[in-house]
Nanobody, 122 residues
Framework: VQLQASGGGLVQAGGSLRLSCAAS????????MGWHRQPPGKQRELVAA???????NYADSVKGRFTISYDNAKKTAYLQMNSLKPEDTAVYYC?????????????????WGEGTLVTVSS
């Protein structure tokens, strides 16, 4: 199982970016996907999450600016980030709770993708 994140980059304050997180492997089901971020010198924090029923959860600091969505057919989550601020600068990590299978059975686990850097200049 792999989570491949993409879409980070450098943007000016007020601009937009869209992050993608694609899950691959012998995945049976995904119960939730989300994004955390780790600003320089700070702890990792939740940004947004989406459940299998499309329920969403956002950090207060991004409500009204960020939107998380999920394409079940592509097993891909997206984070649309608008009105970006310098304080949004961080490494963004996607994660997922999922069930995968192999020749011997089914397994549930929590996965993290590699981070993608978002830099917002003032």
């Amino acid at each position: 199982v792999q989570l491949q994140a993409s879409g980070g980059g450098l943007v000016q304050a007020g601009g937009s970016l869209r992050l993608s997180c694609a899950a691959s492997g012998n995945i049976v089901s995904i119960s939730s996907m989300g994004w955390h971020r780790q600003p320089p010198g700070k702890q990792r924090e939740l940004v947004a999450a989406i459940g299998s029923g499309m329920s969403t959860n956002y950090a207060d600091s991004v409500k009204g600016r960020f939107t998380i969505s999920y394409d079940n057919a592509k097993k891909t989550a997206y984070l649309q980030m608008n009105s970006l601020k310098p304080e949004d600068t961080a490494v963004y990590y996607c994660n997922a709770d999922l069930v995968y299978s192999d020749s011997e059975g089914y397994y549930g686990n929590h996965y993290w993708g590699e981070g993608t850097l978002v830099t917002v200049s003032s």
